[in-house]
């Protein structure tokens, strides 16, 4: 999607509510989005423009659990129209809001504020049950199994030649996918507390003004799952980023707890829903390249692989 795909004209001939067109920008661009910034005479706004394709029920559901969710609190960014262009890419429009350029992981007000944010954004789906963009993480794993025999077929030699350890990795994997996919099923996991998760809390997706979060965005991967499995992608995102320290997750937690109790059970499950988020994009990622969407990224493959052999006998 370019620039010139969405051209005033175009967005003028939308009849839609922002304004008249007066300046369109780039903002950014991360592995789903392509982000622009819209100046009309009536304000600003980020429009939204997903890089893959996506199923028209995904969007729906989207706008379903944001509806929801921002009418119980300010700090998730409505989504205010969608418009499907004519090529078939979708485009959401959103209110545009100041945010600083980079998350200050260092700030411990503003970390604080990150864990505040979720337990009032979970405060906030509390008693939804309508449908979200992705399936629960407990059928993850569970529907339509990579078959190792697939990806042979779609692995080049070079790839094979170039990472001699790639088929371990793979094995070890779908062994790891398979196991856990019988825990979630069971005791304690299946006694969780869960709810609609935003599926992808992470510094990316938080819009931060010194030191709090303005407002949460980004729900294309709201998920039925346990509370803490989105503490738990917040910081694995934290720890993966550069700079970390252990004390910085410690006032993530301390904002949350403040408004949400956590038992001992939840919080031992942390480190595991990190492993289960890494598996579930490793099983995402064979399944696309499978489909044709991709290559197999074999320096991910080898990366998914050692992170998730913590702890594994």
């Known amino acids: 999607m370019t620039l010139t795909e969405i051209s005033f004209a175009y967005l003028e001939s939308l009849e839609i509510p922002v304004g008249t067109p007066q300046a369109l920008s780039r903002m950014s661009g991360g592995f789903s989005n392509d982000n622009y910034l819209l100046t009309t005479s009536l304000g600003r706004y980020r429009l939204r423009v997903p890089q893959f394709s996506i199923q028209a029920d995904q969007l729906l559901a989207e706008q379903m659990v944001l509806k929801w969710a921002s009418e119980k609190s300010n700090i998730v960014v409505p989504l205010l129209h969608h418009f499907t262009l004519p090529k078939g890419t979708h485009l959401s429009i959103f209110p545009f809001i100041d945010a600083d350029l980079n998350f200050d992981l260092h700030n411990e007000q503003l970390m604080r504020s990150a864990g505040m944010a979720l337990a009032e954004f979970h405060l906030a789906v509390e008693g939804y049950t309508g449908k979200l ?74 819009l931060a003004h010194q030191d709090s979060v303005a407002g949460i965005i980004d729900f294309e991967c709201c998920r039925w799952a346990p509370r803490v499995y989105d503490l738990a992608t917040f910081l694995l995102a934290l720890q993966q980023g550069e700079g970390y320290e252990e004390f910085m997750s410690a006032w993530f937690l301390k904002g949350y707890k403040s408004m949400i109790t956590l038992s001992d059970t939840e919080l031992g499950w942390i480190p595991r829903l990190q492993m289960i988020r890494s598996l579930d994009a490793a099983n995402r990622h064979f399944k696309q390249a499978i489909q044709g969407d991709y290559q197999v990224h074999a320096g991910l493959v080898m990366y998914w692989d050692r992170i998730t052999s913590v702890g594994q006998n």
């Open 133 to 206: 963009p992705m399936k629960p993480l407990s059928r993850s794993f569970s529907l339509h199994a990579v078959d190792i025999e697939d990806l042979r077929t779609i692995l080049n030699e070079e790839t094979v030649s170039e990472y001699p350890g790639i088929w371990d990795a793979v094995e070890n994997l779908l062994s790891r996918m398979q196991k856990i996919s019988k825990q979630m099923t069971e005791e304690p996991y299946i006694s969780l507390p869960h709810l609609s998760c935003h599926g992808d809390y992470a510094p990316a997706n938080l």
